[in-house]
């Protein structure tokens, strides 16, 4: 139960409104022997098939797909969370949903994302907080620099929308901010370093 | 870093909460326990995992508290209304086939799954020949759904729901409102037996013909998880119906060859003889 850190690096990325545009500038950059898993919570509404899965996977060289209840999270797959369940990293390397209570008012929320690969990942993570209308994920973010990892934000000034990202620095200041193209060089360089 | 001593104080609680209680987390999917064992200790006002377990140990009125945190989902009545269609167009038909019936809601905290199976099959004329087994390991759920109230507020979402699902009737004819409440029809649950029963510690449950079990597996490990539809394959009769949570599947369990996919996209199984 107290396994190590896994010790793959990982991605986990979280975006409201605005955040499919955003995804459209990095998710496509991003090489097929992309070396770390993906994870990303944007808020949908809860009623609609996620019609995010079909829009990315005829743009990106990376494959993507809808995460499933335990299943691992392999490198060079993008998750993306379903419509209405929280997406959680496991620290054995899986992906597992809940239905608990909806957390900011989402579900999926980017903090039950971000807190559990944070705990999942630890160093081993880099976490991106995109554009977004509220404040979730700002104390997700800050549990990850906590634990060692990446802390990304896209630039507000540049953001479709501030709000997301301005909290998300309020709560974690260390986090380093990044226009979209920037991330998308820093992500597909990961591991090449 | 990943804090190793707080991983190890949930271990140590969830060790006591079943040597104490017999109430069996332990092979829970681990990052949502963490998240809201986490939340009990803030809300709860401990200072660390240990002493909540301190707590719990020492003074048995933390355990219900705590059971709050760990059990209760917040779920609508005829959540994923394709679900409760196709239960109605493609599952009753066979059911009617039957002289009785017996249905089993597993896990049915506060009872919203429970309250729409009960109409579904009240409109679909089937109520008087079933019986339906509601259960659940907390007890403070078991009440709230053998109450049968829900804010008012949440009604209109039921009531969306309810009709998406091919509704006959219009929900208002099963509550009354009174003071932000909604108060369901107890003769709704005139032939509803509620019973405390863990899918973790406890046996087969009867000869079902249908058990609907929604977003319970998916807080399991693995390993629960087949020990619990393998409770399900036990407890249904032939060519009974298994209805799963819309993100939930058989495809990766033990049991996978005892089930065939009757609707792929609702995840509705049906038993197949061995």
């Known amino acids: 139960m107290t396994d190590a850190p896994a010790p793959t690096p990982a991605v986990a990325i979280g975006g409201s409104a605005g955040a499919v545009q955003a995804l459209l500038r990095i998710l496509p950059v991003l090489p097929a022997d992309f070396p770390a898993p993906v994870l990303v919570v944007v808020h949908v509404p809860p009623d609609r098939d996620n019609a995010l899965v079909p829009l990315f996977q005829g743009k990106c060289r990376v494959a993507v797909k809808e995460a499933e209840d335990k299943e691992p999270a392999l490198p060079g797959v993008v998750y993306f969370a379903p419509s209405d369940y929280h997406l959680l990293a496991e620290t054995d390397g899986t992906l597992s949903l809940s239905s608990d209570e909806l957390v900011n008012l989402s579900r999926p929320a980017i903090d039950v994302l971000l807190e559990s690969a944070a705990d999942a990942y630890g160093p081993a993570l880099t976490a991106v907080v995109l554009t977004g209308a509220n404040a979730d994920g700002a104390e997700g973010l800050k ?27 309020q709560a974690c200041p260390a986090a380093t901010t990044m226009n979209l193209d920037a991330i998308a060089s820093y992500l597909s360089h990961l591991g090449t370093a | 870093m990943r804090d190793g001593v707080e991983d190890l104080e949930i271990d140590l609680l969830l060790e006591a909460l079943f040597q104490r209680y017999h109430y069996d987390f332990r092979n829970y999917a681990r990052a949502s326990i963490k998240r809201r064992l986490v939340q009990a200790r803030d809300q709860l006002g401990f200072p660390s995992i240990s002493a909540l377990q301190d707590s719990l140990l020492h003074e048995p009125s933390t355990l219900g508290r705590l059971l709050g945190y760990m059990t209760v989902q917040v779920s609508e009545m005829f959540r994923d209304p394709g679900y409760f269609r196709a239960l109605r167009e493609k599952v009753l038909p066979h059911l009617r086939t039957y002289p009785s019936l017996k249905v089993w809601v597993a896990g049915c905290s506060h009872g919203e799954e429970l309250y729409s199976l009960a109409i579904l099959f009240r409109e679909e004329g089937l109520e008087e020949r079933t019986i339906f087994y509601a259960t659940d390991i907390n007890p403070t759920a078991l009440q709230a759904a053998e109450a049968g109230v829900y804010p008012l507020d949440r009604l209109k979402k039921f009531t969306a729901n309810h009709q998406k699902s091919g509704g006959r009737s219009s929900l208002s004819d099963y509550y009354t409102a009174d003071y932000g409440r909604a108060i369901f029809d107890k003769t709704l649950r005139s032939r509803v037996v509620f019973s405390d029963h863990s899918l973790v510690t406890d046996a087969v449950f009867g000869e079902m013909h249908l058990i609907s079990c929604r977003n319970v597996l998916i807080y399991f490990d693995r390993p629960l998880q087949d020990r619990a539809v393998g409770l399900f394959r036990e407890s249904l009769a032939r060519k009974g119906f298994l209805g799963l949570g819309s993100k939930e599947s058989l495809r990766f369990s033990a049991h996978v060859g005892a089930f065939s996919e009757f609707d792929r996209d609702e995840k509705i199984y049906q038993r197949q003889d061995a």
């Open chain 1, 143 to 169: 549990a990850v620099h906590e634990a060692g990892g990446v802390a990304l934000v896209e630039d507000p000034a540049g953001a479709y929308s501030a709000a997301m990202p301005t909290a998300a620095l």
